[in-house]
């Protein structure tokens, strides 16, 4: 009698062995002959040397199914214990499959037309109003990279300005004071990273979420590096940042530069690294637009409703308080 110790160690156990473990049930009733245990990572199986071989030949097949689609369902694991390749569900457009199977993709053409920029630049630049999805696509490709071992980690950093307000002291250590600034990105993981496998690459620094404060002084190799709101970097900030990079990596930098939080007399750096490295060779930019809002469908008018007021307001119709100026009437319904 054999036994082996077979680890998955790409996937969350709570995904591969299911709900009160039924998936781990259902492998233990389609090997009758084999004794087998369940505990963490480590599934432990007893047989003779055949029977386990198939098993473990099975259960890293499996691995490999619920690395790619981050679930695992009763179909599938039949299919492929009884020897049939698994259905492959579409992959057209589909960037990854997030918590519980869901496919995050590209919805619109510039959504699309970022990942095919992405894989062809090593510096991208994703701009545009709020709700285009550019941080959350940004993180998807970043995760698809570490999947397939196309990069080692992930570093996301966002600059700690407040949006129009003083918070004044935060308690706490340093994490705690920092992480709200940084919780849009956690968000993001967590959608399509299972919750203790996140907890684990964060741990090991896999995955790494810091301000951009924290950058200085390092070179990043072989990674995917996300530079969130980047309009409220300064010009040395932006790049401090941008020469980071290291071999073997590839970086994402996102911003609106119509919600710029840094003060009236400060350049943003992102606006000025626009400016400069227009015509460098090797750099993608993606300029998102209203139509690709993607959230709640009041985003987009709101969106529109502030750039006609902004308009209004440079042209000299509207006061800093945004009345209109005396005998001259507005009709923002026009």
Same mark, same amino acid.
């Given at each position: 009698?054999?036994?082996?110790?077979?680890?998955?160690?790409?996937?969350?156990?709570?995904?591969?062995?299911?709900?009160?473990?039924?998936?781990?049930?259902?492998?233990?009733?389609?090997?009758?002959?084999?004794?087998?245990?369940?505990?963490?990572?480590?599934?432990?199986?007893?047989?003779?040397?055949?029977?386990?071989?198939?098993?473990?030949?099975?259960?890293?097949?499996?691995?490999?199914?619920?690395?790619?689609?981050?679930?695992?369902? !009763?179909?599938?694991?039949?299919?492929?214990?009884?020897? #049939?390749?698994?259905?492959?569900?579409?992959?057209?457009?589909?960037?990854?499959?997030?918590?519980?199977?869901?496919?995050?993709?590209? @919805?619109?053409?510039?959504?699309? &037309? &970022?990942?095919?920029?992405?894989?062809?630049?090593? &510096?991208?630049?994703?701009?545009?109003?709020?709700?285009?999805?550019?941080?959350?696509?940004?993180?998807?490709?970043?995760? @698809?990279?570490?999947?397939?071992?196309?990069? @080692?980690?992930?570093? *996301?950093?966002?600059?700690?300005?407040?949006?129009?307000?003083? #918070?004044?002291?935060?308690?706490?250590?340093?994490?705690?004071?920092?992480?709200?600034?940084?919780?849009?990105?956690?968000?993001?993981?967590?959608?399509?990273?299972?919750?203790?496998?996140?907890?684990?690459?964060? !741990?090991?620094?896999?995955?790494?979420?810091?301000?951009?404060?924290?950058? @200085?002084?390092?070179?990043?190799?072989?990674?995917?590096?996300?530079?969130?709101?980047?309009?409220?970097?300064?010009?040395?900030?932006?790049?401090?940042?941008?020469?980071? *990079?290291?071999?073997?990596?590839?970086?994402?930098?996102?911003?609106?530069?119509?919600?710029?939080?840094?003060?009236?007399?400060?350049?943003?750096? *992102?606006?000025?690294?626009?400016?400069? *490295?227009?015509?460098?060779?090797?750099?993608?930019?993606?300029?998102?637009?209203?139509?690709?809002?993607?959230?709640?469908?009041?985003?987009?008018?709101?969106?529109?409703?502030?750039?006609?007021?902004?308009?209004?307001?440079?042209?000299?119709?509207?006061?800093?308080?945004?009345?209109?100026?005396?005998?001259?009437?507005?009709?923002?319904?026009?």
């Amino acid at each position: 009698m054999i036994e082996r110790h077979i680890i998955i160690d790409n996937v969350d156990p709570v995904t591969f062995y299911g709900v009160n473990n039924c998936n781990i049930q259902l492998i233990r009733n389609l090997f009758p002959k084999l004794r087998m245990a369940a505990r963490g990572s480590v599934i432990t199986v007893m047989g003779d040397d055949e029977e386990t071989a198939r098993f473990e030949k099975n259960i890293k097949e499996l691995e490999e199914y619920c690395v790619k689609y981050n679930k695992l369902t !009763e179909e599938v694991i039949i299919d492929t214990i009884k020897g #049939l390749p698994p259905k492959e569900l579409k992959m057209d457009d589909v960037i990854i499959y997030g918590v519980n199977g869901k496919p995050i993709s590209g @919805r619109t053409p510039n959504q699309q &037309l &970022l990942v095919k920029t992405f894989g062809q630049n090593d &510096l991208t630049f994703a701009l545009g109003p709020a709700g285009t999805g550019k941080t959350y696509l940004a993180v998807a490709l970043a995760v @698809r990279a570490l999947k397939n071992r196309e990069a @080692r980690k992930i570093i *996301l950093s966002r600059p700690a300005v407040e949006a129009g307000e003083k #918070l004044g002291f935060l308690p706490g250590d340093m994490k705690e004071k920092i992480d709200p600034y940084l919780q849009p990105l956690y968000d993001a993981l967590e959608d399509m990273i299972p919750a203790p496998k996140l907890k684990e690459y964060m !741990e090991t620094n896999v995955i790494q979420i810091a301000p951009l404060a924290f950058m @200085r002084g390092r070179t990043l190799n072989d990674a995917i590096i996300v530079l969130d709101e980047a309009q409220n970097t300064t010009t040395h900030q932006i790049k401090m940042f941008l020469t980071r *990079l290291g071999m073997g990596s590839k970086m994402i930098v996102t911003g609106d530069t119509t919600q710029i939080d840094l003060p009236r007399t400060v350049t943003s750096g *992102l606006i000025h690294a626009m400016r400069v *490295l227009g015509g460098v060779k090797g750099i993608g930019k993606v300029e998102f637009e209203k139509k690709d809002i993607v959230r709640h469908h009041l985003v987009q008018r709101i969106v529109e409703a502030y750039e006609k007021h902004d308009a209004l307001k440079k042209a000299g119709l509207l006061d800093d308080e945004g009345k209109p100026v005396a005998d001259q009437p507005v009709n923002q319904d026009d």
